[in-house]
Antibody, heavy 116, light 107 residues
Framework: EVQLVESGGGLVQPGRSLKLSCAASGFTFSNYYMAWVRQAPKKGLEWVATISTSGSRTYYPDSVKGRFTISRDNAKSSLYLQMNSLKSEDTATYYC?????????WGQGVMVTVSS | DIQMTQSPASLSASLEEIVTITCQASQDIGNWLAWYQQKPGKSPQLLIYDATSLADGVPSRFSGSRSGTQYSLKISRLQVEDIGSYYCQQAHSNPWTFGGGTKLELK
């Protein structure tokens, strides 16, 4: 059974940093692209970042480019999202997802609140 | 960026009713479209991919179709467990974008 478990969320002040983690199991992690997708409170879904199988290629929308960094450790079957220079509009539930163009498995999500 | 315009934003329907949700892409995306279901308080789940293919374990009352740049999700006979929000997503080009969502409620 595919499982994705996020951690690392919490309350952080604007301008500060936070790192999210996602532990994967139930599939060969190194064979899949992985992604982060977020959902602001009572809002829709927004793709945040994608990383290739080896980690050599990363993709971001303009809204987070230069501030967020996605990475992975295939030996640990783990995905990460380093978030710097956080803004109030980054407040959201962040989901880790396995991706093959589409997002076929999702974690339960972790809440990030950016507020002073 | 490709814009995905989803309608309606909310929908109230009765059990056993046929429900249709649509998504309009701002440009040609071929069949690079997925539909997701998000039940209240839960993570999204993939329902349909490649515009018309049913994901594993998804009931056959769900179906997807395409007409040009307009895509539709149909629930043939609404069940209580289908209540929640639905989102389309284009996978044609970066940045991957979602529709604004449709909140489906019971009448």
């Amino acid at each position: 059974e595919v499982q994705l478990v996020e951690s690392g969320g919490g309350l952080v002040q604007p301008g500060r940093s936070l790192k999210l983690s996602c532990a994967a199991s139930g599939f060969t992690f190194s064979n899949y692209y992985m992604a982060w997708v977020r959902q602001a409170p009572k809002k829709g879904l927004e793709w945040v970042a994608t990383i290739s199988t080896s980690g050599s290629r990363t993709y971001y929308p303009d809204s987070v480019k230069g501030r967020f960094t996605i990475s992975r450790d295939n030996a640990k079957s783990s995905l990460y999202l380093q978030m710097n220079s956080l803004k109030s509009e980054d407040t959201a539930t962040y989901y880790c997802a396995r991706t093959t163009y589409y997002f076929d498995y999702w974690g339960q999500g972790v809440m990030v609140t950016v507020s002073s | 960026d490709i814009q995905m315009t989803q309608s309606p934003a909310s929908l109230s329907a009765s059990l056993e009713e046929i429900v249709t949700i649509t998504c309009q892409a701002s440009q040609d995306i071929g069949n690079w479209l997925a539909w997701y279901q998000q039940k209240p308080g839960k993570s999204p789940q993939l329902l349909i991919y490649d515009a018309t293919s049913l994901a594993d374990g998804v009931p056959s009352r769900f179906s997807g179709s395409r007409s040009g740049t307009q895509y539709s999700l149909k629930i043939s006979r609404l069940q209580v467990e289908d209540i929640g929000s639905y989102y389309c997503q284009q996978a044609h080009s970066n940045p991957w974008t979602f529709g604004g969502g449709t909140k489906l409620e019971l009448k």
